[in-house]
């Protein structure tokens, strides 16, 4: 496996506990549905969280959050439909996008909650 898929695996790792740390319960890890995949899929109270996880270096210096495409879009929202209805869950569905950074003394996390809207 490649360094960056494996720093990839980490940083949604540490995404992962930040999301317990605020208090969502983790529903799904890397969910595959058609053509997408969600890196996590997390509830808090009626929220579904469908999170996609970001990672990179300190020197990375693009605007991560415009990293996702239209296309990637299109499949997140349809994965989720299908997660919801799979699942039969009366939810709020939100999209969010979790960055993390790998500094020297450890990752910097943001959450972004409401990233994008589904048309």
């Not at 890196?39 to 970001?54: M, N, R, S, Y």
Request: aromatic fraction near 10%; glycine fraction near 6%; charged fraction near 30%.
């Amino acid at each position: 496996m490649g360094n960056h898929n494996e720093f990839g695996r980490l940083g949604e790792e540490v995404a992962e506990n930040f999301l317990i740390q605020k208090g969502y319960k983790i529903l799904q890890k890397n969910y595959y549905y058609a053509k997408a995949e969600v890196d996590i899929v997390a509830q808090k109270g009626d929220i579904l969280a469908i999170v996609e996880v970001k990672s990179r270096s300190q020197g990375f210096v693009k605007d991560l959050n415009n990293l996702i495409n239209p296309k990637k879009i299109k499949l997140l929202v349809k994965a989720a439909d299908h997660y919801v209805q799979e699942n039969n869950l009366d939810v709020e569905v939100r999209f969010d996008v979790i960055t993390v950074i790998k500094t020297k003394s450890g990752f910097k996390v943001e959450h972004l909650e409401d990233a994008f809207h589904h048309f």
